[in-house]
């Protein structure tokens, strides 16, 4: 029963996660009408002029200032939650980790195993960076206002990920399963999957969409990546279940850090006029909604 029970586990949380998506799609609301004489949400916003901005170079280094002082403040943030969530991990995390690893352990198919050898790569050091690199090429060629952004997130990202994680594997040591001793805590394949990813998924839904319904699903699509690496490395034995859940939190605590720092300095997500324009319903004067109280 448990060897058919933990491929089960996989699928489940697979179904959840896009059951979830949906019924929040569902709920998102239907297209919102627009009475004649209305103005659609303005679209996304112009590049400053040379009326505003004297020198365009001189904002782009200020605005590069300010994005490297949010991140370091949010590096400060991170590093304290982690190194203090290290604490009861890797001296209290035993008591459900053992009894589980236990279980799988025992309950391991072969043909599955392989399966998951190969689905667990997706977390992998070279996977995440190729992603990252390919991204910041394609974003830094066709995004609208600021095209600087994106290759200096990706990049501060991939360094201050290396960097940090060793400093939190040096204050919070921690022995992994059998044939993994060195520097489980937190599980880098699951965090990897949710900050570089999901800063992927932000970045391309800020600029090409900026709607509820594809937030969802771009969230959605890295909550099923992310859930892909920590069941996988839990089922291989490769982490700790403890090392996985601090690797999902590691992970979205340095995402929250740079969608702030990217929100601070180039305002929030907005709609394209295109897609504006798409999602507007534009009612007739003599329509029962055109002849609302007014």
Request: a positive charge.
């Amino acid at each position: 029963m448990g060897k058919v029970l933990a491929p089960a586990i996989w699928l489940a949380g697979m179904a959840i996660i896009a059951t979830a998506a949906a019924l929040l799609t569902s709920r998102a609301g239907p297209v919102r009408a627009m009475l004649p004489g209305t103005r659609s949400r303005p679209a996304l916003e112009p590049d400053a002029g040379p009326s505003t901005v004297r020198n365009p170079a001189e904002r782009t280094l200020r605005d590069a200032a300010r994005f490297l002082i949010v991140i370091a403040i949010g590096i400060i943030v991170v590093y304290a939650v982690m190194a203090l969530l290290g604490l009861p991990v890797t001296h209290e995390g035993h008591v459900i980790d053992e009894p589980i690893s236990h279980w799988v352990s025992r309950h391991r198919v072969h043909q599955w195993s392989a399966l998951m050898a190969k689905a667990t790569k997706v977390g992998s050091t070279w996977a995440t960076r190729g992603a990252v690199l390919t991204a910041a090429v394609c974003l830094a060629v066709t995004w609208r206002r600021m095209r600087w952004l994106p290759p200096v997130a990706f990049a501060a990202i991939m360094l201050i990920q290396h960097a940090l994680t060793h400093a939190i594997h040096l204050t919070d040591p921690r022995v992994g399963p059998p044939g993994f001793p060195h520097g489980t805590f937190p599980s880098g394949g699951s965090e990897r999957c949710v900050a570089f990813y999901g800063l992927i998924a932000y970045l391309l839904w800020r600029e090409y969409s900026g709607s509820r319904r594809a937030a969802i699903w771009s969230g959605a699509a890295v909550a099923a990546i992310a859930f892909n690496e920590g069941y996988t490395r839990v089922y291989l034995g490769l982490h700790w279940m403890t090392d996985v859940l601090s690797g999902w939190i590691y992970g979205l605590l340095l995402l929250m850090a740079f969608i702030i720092a990217v929100r601070l300095v180039a305002g929030p997500a907005r709609l394209p006029a295109a897609a504006t324009a798409e999602s507007v319903v534009v009612l007739p004067a003599g329509s029962p909604a055109g002849n609302g109280p007014r």
